[in-house]
């Protein structure tokens, strides 16, 4: 009885080295996709979102419809700008008429109650600075809008002194530079009108919708996230004492964890890791002197592994 005992320890004691063994040849690793992400050029409220969580959508197809009464606005703007400019144009070719200069005169009159308005506002601003009661920030757009109603001013006031004095050619063609920059910025503004549809620029599978109906959109802020199709790659974490088995270009197999179905992959490079935030494994075999670097395998068959769950477990053997 005791040699049977002993002849159990010792295989006890094999099996659980061969256990180890085993483990420290697999690696568990991640499932990863591409991640992309969807957001307003312009600033808006949410009027209607047209996709849902989960839903794969194609390049082209609108996403999201945003109100943007301030852009509606600006085109108004804009237009009345290329009126005038175009207005102001034809009155340097053809010389003023009486209804020409008066409305020249109004133009100036308009201009000068802005400049006078933006130049007190600035004063203020110039106190409340010096007194520490503004943010630099807001001192220098109170800056900024005063020196540019006071170009515009310094403009008509040239532009009417011309008129009075008859029209110089330069004077046409900076009437002429006037108009077509206006017509740039109907432009511009029309094109920011257009961007109220958040369209997808590439295929996605939608995982999550930041904001709902009614809410305000800010440019730049990401509506829409998700992972870009057939963008599968799986992310495994070795230390330094294992990494010389694996190279740049090696083929390997692999294994998902929750459907046990195998794949074929590739490894696309190795890099190392700085910090163990990043490390992928769950419980990494490896001593605090050893570097831990990072491998990316890129399946064979990408079809086979698009439907895979993203951030599924998967063994590198």
Do not use: H, W
């Given at each position: 009885?005791?040699?049977n005992?002993?002849?159990?320890?010792?295989?006890?004691f094999?099996?659980s080295?061969?256990?180890?063994?085993e483990?420290?040849?697999?690696?568990?690793?991640?499932?990863?996709?591409?991640?992309?992400?969807?957001?307003?050029?312009?600033t808006?409220?949410?009027?209607?979102?047209?996709?849902?969580?989960?839903?794969?959508?194609?390049?082209?197809?609108?996403?999201?419809?945003?109100?943007?009464?301030e852009?509606?606005a600006k085109?108004?703007q804009?237009?009345?700008?290329?009126?005038a400019a175009?207005?102001?144009?034809?009155?340097?070719?053809?010389?003023?008429?009486?209804?020409?200069?008066?409305?020249?005169?109004?133009?100036?009159?308009?201009?000068?109650?802005?400049?006078?308005f933006?130049?007190?506002?600035?004063?203020?601003?110039t106190?409340?600075f010096?007194?520490?009661?503004?943010?630099p920030?807001?001192?220098?757009?109170?800056?900024a809008?005063?020196?540019?109603?006071?170009?515009?001013?310094d403009?008509?006031?040239?532009?009417l002194?011309?008129v009075?004095?008859?029209?110089r050619?330069?004077?046409?063609?900076?009437?002429?530079?006037?108009?077509?920059?206006?017509?740039g910025?109907?432009?511009e503004?029309?094109?920011?009108?257009a961007?109220?549809y958040?369209?997808?620029?590439?295929?996605m599978?939608?995982?999550?919708?930041?904001?709902n109906?009614?809410?305000?959109?800010?440019?730049g802020?990401?509506?829409?996230?998700?992972?870009?199709?057939?963008?599968?790659?799986?992310?495994?974490?070795?230390?330094?004492?294992?990494?010389?088995?694996?190279?740049?270009?090696?083929?390997?197999?692999?294994?998902?964890?929750?459907?046990?179905?195998?794949?074929?992959?590739?490894?696309?490079?190795?890099?190392?890791?700085?910090?163990y935030a990043?490390?992928?494994?769950?419980?990494?075999?490896?001593q605090?002197q050893?570097?831990v670097?990072?491998?990316?395998?890129?399946?064979?068959?990408?079809?086979?592994?698009?439907?895979?769950?993203?951030?599924?477990?998967?063994?590198?053997?």
């Amino acid at each position: 009885m005791k040699i049977n005992a002993s002849i159990l320890l010792i295989t006890v004691f094999t099996l659980s080295g061969c256990a180890k063994k085993e483990k420290t040849e697999e690696f568990q690793g991640k499932v990863k996709k591409e991640l992309v992400s969807f957001a307003p050029k312009v600033t808006g409220r949410i009027q209607k979102i047209y996709v849902k969580e989960g839903q794969t959508v194609k390049k082209g197809d609108t996403l999201a419809l945003l109100d943007v009464p301030e852009v509606s606005a600006k085109i108004m703007q804009a237009q009345g700008a290329v009126n005038a400019a175009s207005a102001q144009e034809q009155m340097a070719r053809n010389g003023a008429t009486a209804d020409q200069m008066k409305q020249l005169q109004a133009k100036y009159k308009g201009l000068k109650e802005q400049y006078e308005f933006a130049r007190k506002s600035y004063n203020r601003a110039t106190n409340m600075f010096n007194d520490s009661l503004m943010a630099p920030q807001a001192y220098d757009e109170v800056y900024a809008k005063y020196q540019g109603a006071k170009a515009q001013y310094d403009a008509v006031v040239a532009e009417l002194d011309d008129v009075k004095k008859g029209t110089r050619a330069e004077k046409v063609e900076m009437a002429a530079g006037q108009a077509s920059q206006a017509r740039g910025a109907l432009q511009e503004a029309r094109v920011a009108y257009a961007e109220r549809y958040v369209i997808a620029t590439n295929d996605m599978e939608i995982e999550t919708i930041s904001l709902n109906a009614g809410e305000l959109a800010t440019a730049g802020f990401a509506l829409f996230n998700g992972y870009i199709p057939s963008s599968v790659y799986f992310r495994f974490t070795v230390p330094e004492s294992k990494i010389a088995k694996y190279k740049n270009g090696q083929e390997v197999k692999l294994r998902v964890v929750y459907n046990k179905e195998e794949l074929d992959g590739r490894i696309l490079y190795i890099k190392q890791l700085t910090r163990y935030a990043d490390i992928t494994t769950a419980y990494p075999d490896y001593q605090l002197q050893d570097a831990v670097y990072e491998i990316k395998v890129q399946p064979t068959d990408r079809e086979k592994a698009a439907n895979i769950l993203v951030n599924a477990n998967v063994i590198l053997k």
